[in-house]
């Protein structure tokens, strides 16, 4: 077990701590509604958050589901899979974590209409902060979901 399979960790680790500092900053904004600060982390960093809030709590309806529902259960995975040395609980946790990283930028396409016709239009992302913030978490997860085939791939090679 290389520095290859320490590196899965990061997407979901990324997840986590993103997630977790976008709840942080909901909760903060609830104590100190006139900080302009605070408007701004939560509005400009963690708007994709907000977005995919919304998204899920219109089909689940549960409080705070995000961390404890997405990104507690996978950095939990993630962690038993580094500190066990397992392969696959690792990999699927960098596998739903860049899932859910696809999820946050789907959501953030605003909601319109729907067209009859075929559109070959880009996908809408955030600006400024929260497009460093998305890129952060796309990327990092991006970066442990291709080490997970990689080293799967490898490990089938090694078999046959």
């Known amino acids: 077990m290389g520095r290859l399979f320490k590196l899965q960790f990061l997407g979901p680790l990324a997840l986590f701590v993103a997630t977790l500092s976008a709840e942080l900053a909901v909760r903060a904004l609830a104590y100190a509604p006139s900080s302009e600060l605070l408007w701004f982390v939560n509005l400009k960093m963690f708007g994709i958050f907000q977005r995919s809030y919304y998204m899920l709590s219109d089909l689940l309806g549960i409080q705070n589901f995000q961390l404890l529902g997405i990104a507690l259960p996978i950095f939990l995975l993630a962690c038993y899979g580094l500190a066990a040395r397992r392969r696959f609980p690792l990999a699927l946790a960098s596998n739903l974590s860049f899932g859910y990283a696809a999820l946050l930028l789907f959501s953030w396409q605003s909601p319109g209409a729907p067209t009859t016709q075929a559109s070959l239009g880009?996908?809408?992302?955030?600006?400024?902060?929260?497009?460093?913030?998305?890129t952060g978490i796309l990327g990092t997860s991006l970066v442990s979901f291709a080490i997970s085939h990689l080293l799967y791939l490898r490990a089938a090679r090694s078999e046959i």
């Open 122 to 134: 880009s996908i809408a992302v955030p600006s400024g902060a929260g497009f460093y913030v998305l």
